[in-house]
């Protein structure tokens, strides 16, 4: 009873904190090893039972290494090829303008790699980039799955977040924005595309949380990451880097379909 009554200031604790670091760039921070764990090496080939090379993408104010230590440490561990690129400004400009970088990255990859697919992971406006993608500039034809992890797909009534200047994707992930209305006017799942969305109730960012998850569908599995593991108290932040998360992409990723949501948890 204790840790239920503790968990979410726990979690709002841990979820300032991080929110109020500075996130590293190039110009202000030194970065030694500007990409995650094992990934970004353009030598390496996916294999029978790894077909897909998997690009991470990462959220607004991010670059490809913030947040992705421990995901792509796991995916690599497990035999996954791992990508991740750095797009719009550290994610700030115009999402369709992302989102042409994401295709010319995709491009690159499977060029490099000779696969017919990728897989996409997806954090914050990561997992939105990865749908617009794959809904409008034909990513169906050659992504596999997506799973977005904490993702703006129907915005944010974050307080914040519409009135960004300086940031043209941050007001177009503002619930009731123009660029959000178009995009979720037709199919949310289209393609022949696996969708996995994770979500957590402690979200700060993304809220409500619940604007994470996609129309219910065959190929739609929404997950809330408490719902398998009580005890997982991420947040926006840290969900990426959740054990529970990382079971669920893996998951995603190995099998036909979306992800499972049971026998997942801690």
């Known amino acids: 009873m204790l840790s239920r009554l503790l968990a979410p200031l726990v979690a709002g604790v841990l979820g300032t904190l991080l929110a109020l670091a500075p996130v590293p760039t190039s110009a202000s921070t030194p970065v030694l090893d500007p990409d995650p764990p094992g990934a970004n090496d353009w030598s390496c080939r996916p294999s029978a039972k790894h077909p897909t090379p998997v690009v991470l993408v990462h959220g ?20 996954w090829c791992v990508w991740s690129l ?15 970088e994401l295709r010319a990255y995709v491009r690159r990859v499977r ?8 897989s996409l992971v997806g954090h914050s406006q990561g997992g939105l980039l990865a749908r617009y993608y794959v809904a409008r500039l034909g990513g169906g034809k050659v992504v596999d799955d997506v799973v977005s992890i ?18 043209p994707a941050c007001r177009q ?22 969708w996995t969305q994770v979500t957590t109730r402690y979200e700060q960012v993304v809220l409500p949380h619940t604007s994470g998850h996609l129309a219910p569908g065959p190929r739609t599995t929404n997950v809330t990451v408490q719902d398998l593991c009580a005890l997982d108290l991420s947040e926006h932040l840290l969900l990426p880097s959740s054990s529970t998360t990382i ?7 190995g099998r036909r379909g979306p992800a499972r949501t049971t026998g997942l948890g801690c």
């Open 60 to 79: 607004t104010f991010g670059d490809r290494s913030y947040g992705w230590e421990r995901m792509s440490s796991a995916l690599t561990s497990a035999g």
């Open 86 to 100: 750095e797009y719009g400004q550290q994610g700030t400009q115009d999402v369709t303008v992302s989102a042409r």
């Open 111 to 118: 060029k490099a790699t000779g696969a017919a697919k990728v």
């Open 150 to 167: 904490a993702a703006t797909h129907h915005g944010s009534r974050f307080p914040l977040v519409g009135s960004a200047i300086s940031c």
């Open 173 to 194: 992930q503002a619930a009731g924005s123009a660029f959000l209305a178009d995009l979720n006017a037709g199919d949310e799942t289209p393609g022949r595309v696996s």
């Open 247 to 253: 079971a669920v992409t893996l998951d995603a990723l």
